[in-house]
């Protein structure tokens, strides 16, 4: 996680000053996973993000134990089982801004397409994320949803549970950042 922060830090000195840059260490990505036997969610508040809106350059990184359940046991499943936190504790997407989201103007909401990597459980996929951004003064506020699918990242459900975890997972993010020098 030091390394993580530290990589922040370089980051945003590297990028041009003047209100272009946002980061936060408190983003929110939830999942639900709503099945014919069985709905799980899970939310995690300890996602790290770093916005460049003079590039569009996006970095999101999150230790995968952080997400919360109802019950503990399906924590620890979730852990154990089925993330294998303790082989691959973050999840990770970087990426860029498309389609004019990084021309976002304070008071302005824009809708734009977050594109990039999304990095878990040792695997990398392309993906196209919907977004929302939302510029008030020194704050960005983002939001998108998307679906990502278990077994697009080697992520095995055995056949006895499967009646219980849905093949398509509803993953929300969303995130309140503030300017950085």
Avoid: W
Wanted: hydrophobic fraction near 40%; charge should be positive; include cysteine.
């Amino acid at each position: 996680m030091k390394q993580y922060l530290l990589m922040l830090l370089i980051l945003g000195a590297a990028m041009h000053a003047h209100a272009q840059k946002y980061m936060t260490r408190t983003g929110a990505v939830s999942f639900r996973s709503a099945a014919k036997l069985e709905t799980i969610e899970a939310i995690n508040n300890e996602a790290a993000c770093v916005v460049n809106l003079k590039t569009g350059e996006v970095v999101m990184q999150m230790m995968v134990r952080s997400f919360k359940f109802e019950k503990a046991l399906m924590q620890e499943h979730f852990n154990e089982n089925y993330m294998e936190s303790h082989k691959y504790p973050k999840a990770t997407f970087k990426g860029r801004i498309a389609d004019g989201g990084q021309h976002v103007q304070s008071g302005e909401t824009v809708k734009a397409i977050a594109e990039g990597d999304l990095t878990m459980h040792g695997v990398t996929q392309s993906v196209k994320v919907p977004v929302t951004l939302s510029l008030r003064e020194d704050e960005l506020k983002t939001t998108g949803k998307f679906k990502v699918r278990a077994k697009d990242y080697n992520i095995d459900i055995p056949k006895l549970v499967a009646g219980k975890i849905a093949e398509e997972i509803d993953v929300e993010v969303r995130t309140t950042m503030t300017a950085i020098d």
